[in-house]
């Protein structure tokens, strides 16, 4: 079983970036597609981007298209989440999430191993 832990979260004002990284250990992370969520205050957890495998092939939610960029270092067990031009509506805690599938989706429900989750506050 693979554990994952977030790491760069903050504090940014808007129009700026912010880069994430999700660390895993316990099993090699190139098992696994990998997942960026997001939950901001009172809504429910959504997709932000995933990315497969070997690191080939990502999706992304409109909210992110053009903004954020994933991808994933399989050498260091580590995928990122480099997010750019960022406004207020981006403030959310962000995890990351494992998926066995190798075409991620956007459901939670195919990612069975999630990271605890880091706060990212955008300030207008």
């Known amino acids: 079983q693979v554990q994952l832990v977030e790491s760069g979260g903050g504090l940014v004002q808007a129009g700026g970036s912010l880069g994430l990284a999700c660390a895993a250990s316990?099993?090699?992370?190139?098992?696994?597609?990998i997942g960026w969520f997001r939950q901001a205050p009172g809504k429910e957890r959504e997709f932000v981007a995933a990315?497969?495998?070997?690191?080939?092939?990502?999706y992304y939610a409109d909210s992110a298209k053009g903004r954020f960029t994933i991808s994933r270092d399989n050498a260091k067990n580590t995928v990122y989440l480099q997010m750019n031009n960022m406004n207020p509506e981006d403030t959310a805690v962000y995890y990351c999430?494992?998926?066995?599938?190798?075409?991620?989706?956007?459901?939670?429900?195919?990612?069975?191993?999630w990271g605890q989750g880091t706060q990212v506050t955008v300030s207008s």
């Open positions: 999430a494992a998926s066995l599938s190798p075409r991620p989706g956007t459901s939670r429900r195919e990612y069975t191993t």
């Open positions: 990315i497969t495998r070997g690191g080939s092939t990502t």
């Open positions: 316990g099993r090699t992370l190139s098992s696994y597609s």
